[in-house]
């Protein structure tokens, strides 16, 4: 059984950074960062590859965003840079067992407030 738990959400000002972790217990061979803000659906934030580390973007946050993953910790980090009011969400970490399709596992959400 995977399991994803995640950290480092907050409340920052327009314009601060945070960085956000997932500790990952279990196999999975694409990690993702999808983000949820009130009133509105789930959307895909970023993703990545523990293998051979392809990474994708989300238009909204390239060039502010960057996923990484640390194997030896088995830990999938998110770094927030220039944040934004419109970044506010619950964010979550997500796992999925292929290179493609719908994710499998989900973390618990943690919560980004950017004020202006």
């Known amino acids: 059984q995977v399991q994803l738990v995640e950290s480092g959400g907050g409340l920052v000002q327009a314009g601060d950074s945070l960085r956000l972790s997932c500790v990952v217990s279990?196999?999975?061979?694409?990690m993702a960062w999808f983000r949820q803000a009130p009133g509105k659906e789930r959307e895909f934030v970023a993703s990545?590859?523990?293998?051979?580390?392809?990474?994708a973007y989300a238009d909204s946050v390239k060039g502010r965003f960057t996923i990484a993953r640390d194997n030896n910790k088995n830990t999938v980090y998110l770094q927030m840079n220039s944040l934004k009011p419109e970044d506010t969400a619950v964010y979550y970490c997500?796992?999925?067992?292929?290179?493609?399709?719908?994710?499998?596992?989900w973390g618990q959400g943690t919560q980004v407030t950017v004020s202006s």
């Open positions: 990545i590859r523990w293998s051979n580390e392809i990474i």
């Open positions: 279990g196999r999975t061979f694409t």
């Open positions: 997500a796992g999925r067992r292929g290179f493609s399709g719908q994710y499998d596992y």
